[in-house]
């Protein structure tokens, strides 16, 4: 069975940065893609940034390219996410999920096969 966990959320003051992680057991990221997705309160989840896990090609929307920075260790079948400044309008639960082409990473990740449970980052002002 594939899990995918997510973890490193929590309260952290604006201005601060956040550190999350995306681990999964019964399946390797390596070759495949692997990415980070948020929803907050009241808005549709959208795209953060996707990975070739251990190759190293990356994309980014417009909105995230500033303050995220996604990468992974293949050592330790991890994914990484900083966010950096963090802002209030980046309280939201935090998704990782994998799939076979950055494409699935397009339209919300709608294309992604497997996702974790979300770990919520709250923002405080």
């Known amino acids: 069975e594939v899990q995918i966990v997510e973890s490193g959320g929590g309260l952290v003051q604006a201005g601060g940065s956040m550190r999350l992680s995306c681990t999964a057991s019964?399946?390797?990221?390596?070759?495949?893609?692997v990415g980070w997705f948020r929803q907050a309160p009241g808005k549709e989840r959208e795209k953060i940034a996707c990975i070739t896990f251990g190759r190293g090609k990356t994309t980014y929307t417009e909105s995230t390219l500033r303050r995220f920075t996604i990468w992974d260790d293949k050592t330790k079948n991890t994914l990484y996410l900083q966010i950096e400044p963090v802002e209030p309008e980046d309280t939201a639960v935090y998704y990782c999920?994998?799939?076979?082409?950055?494409?699935?990473?397009?339209?919300?990740?709608?294309?992604?096969?497997?996702w974790g449970k979300g770990t919520l980052v709250t923002v405080s002002s």
């Open positions: 019964g399946f390797t990221f390596e070759n495949n893609v």
């Open positions: 999920a994998t799939g076979t082409r950055h494409e699935d990473c397009a339209d919300r990740g709608s294309g992604m096969q497997y």
